[in-house]
């Protein structure tokens, strides 16, 4: 069994914490080097954060990034599906491939179970604990 998240998830989490902890618009460039990326990359990462809303971004010498949304309200569920898209919960910790209701592998009842207390996890977990 594996849950692994993609780079860009872990850094898109470094980004909206260190934009919380500065407070302020950060330069594109600041924030990749603060968060170990590459400017051309922070692109990639930031942008599904735009589209959710969560951030704002701004061209020229006092752009930047900067939150729109306290990072509290944000959760690690809706960060996961923002840079990933949605969890899938049809794959079978045994076999390469769907497990379903109709053909369930031996660990398909108790995977569905570990994977619904996981997803509720996930969305009660704010990105950023307050204070």
Not at 75 to 80: D, F, K, V
Not at 84 to 94: F, I, M, R, S
Not at 98 to 122: G, I, K, N
Request: charged share 20%.
């Amino acid at each position: 069994m594996r849950f692994t998240l993609q780079r860009k998830t872990e850094l898109a989490l470094r980004a909206i914490r260190l934009l919380a902890a500065h407070g302020d618009t950060m330069q594109g460039a600041s924030l990749a080097g603060a968060i170990g990326t590459t400017p051309n990359f922070l692109t990639q990462v930031m942008s599904p954060l735009i589209e959710a809303g969560w951030v704002t971004s701004g061209r020229g010498p006092t752009g930047g990034y900067s939150l729109a949304k306290p990072a509290g309200e944000i959760t690690m569920l809706a960060l996961i599906e923002a840079s990933e898209g949605p969890l899938p919960t049809d794959k079978c910790v045994l076999e390469d491939g769907p497990c379903c209701d109709l053909v369930p592998c031996a660990l398909h009842d108790s995977w569905q179970q570990a994977q619904r207390a996981l997803l509720t996890e996930l969305r009660k977990m704010p990105v950023l604990q307050p204070d």
